[in-house]
């Protein structure tokens, strides 16, 4: 099955610097979303991109469907933005279950 | 913002009891999914069900796991006689159809965090 692999796997900030998490997968996808996990273990989803660039705030995400890798990107950083970050991908196949990435833990320091 | 919503949000459970994890999903959606994340692990796919049935599952469900959607509204995961390692936080989640539009991402749920002692 496909593979989602994600880097880093740990990140450590100073509040108010920017980063920028990938997503790397080992076939064509047809669906892609970010989430971020926050404290209390709740899943948020961020982006739905399968494709293309898209902006929300401080965060923005890349996914360039045809090198299998997606990017997000996060800019001055807040302390509120700490939690782990996962990427899903649907394959292009007959399934329709989200494949998780093994998550990047960010922690954002005061 | 629609959400799919998801009860209990804690559960804690004697080991061989049964549990019933419940779930709205959104109302227009037509796939419905249950998940499970085992504390500091990756989300798993466990099930998905689509036109009252389920449409592909897991490894992980096996017998003792069942769903059912009961009514027009709500979707239920059962685990029929929990074992210790069911222990870990449930997410339920639905999306649209292919047919519905381009749009299709996932909504998840908050979770419930099942405990087994």
């Known amino acids: 099955g496909i593979q989602v692999e994600q880097s880093p796997p740990d990140l450590i900030l100073q509040e108010g610097a920017n980063s920028t998490l990938r997503c790397n997968f080992s076939?064509?996808?047809?669906?892609l979303q970010w989430f971020h996990q926050n404290p209390w273990g709740q899943l948020i989803n961020l982006f739905y991109?399968?494709?293309g660039t898209k902006q929300n705030g401080r965060l923005s995400a890349t996914t360039v469907a045809t090198e299998r890798y997606s990017l997000l990107y996060i800019s001055s950083s807040q302390t509120t933005d700490s939690g782990v970050y996962f990427c899903?991908?649907?394959?292009?196949?007959?399934?329709?279950?989200?494949?998780f990435g093994t998550g990047t833990l960010l922690a954002v320091q005061p | 913002e629609p959400e799919v919503t998801q009860t209990p949000s804690h559960q804690v459970t004697q080991m061989g009891q049964e549990v019933i994890l419940r779930c709205v999903p959104i109302?227009?959606?037509?796939?419905f999914y249950w998940y499970r994340q085992i504390l500091g692990q990756k989300v798993e796919f466990l099930v998905s069900?689509?036109?009252?049935?389920?449409?592909?599952k897991s490894e992980i469900f096996d017998d003792q796991f069942s769903v059912e959607r009961p009514d027009g509204s709500n979707f239920t995961l059962k685990i029929r006689s929990t074992k210790l390692e069911d222990s870990a936080m449930y997410f339920c989640?639905?999306?649209?159809?292919?047919?519905?539009?381009?749009?299709?991402?996932?909504?998840f749920g908050s979770g419930t965090r099942l405990t087994v002692v």
């Open positions: 989640a639905s999306s649209r159809h292919l047919t519905q539009g381009p749009n299709y991402g996932y909504t």
């Open positions: 076939d064509s996808v047809n669906n």
């Open positions: 991109i399968p494709s």
């Open positions: 899903a991908v649907r394959d292009g196949g007959a399934t329709n279950k989200l494949i």
């Open positions: 109302s227009n959606h037509l796939y």
């Open positions: 069900f689509y036109n009252n049935e389920i449409s592909e």
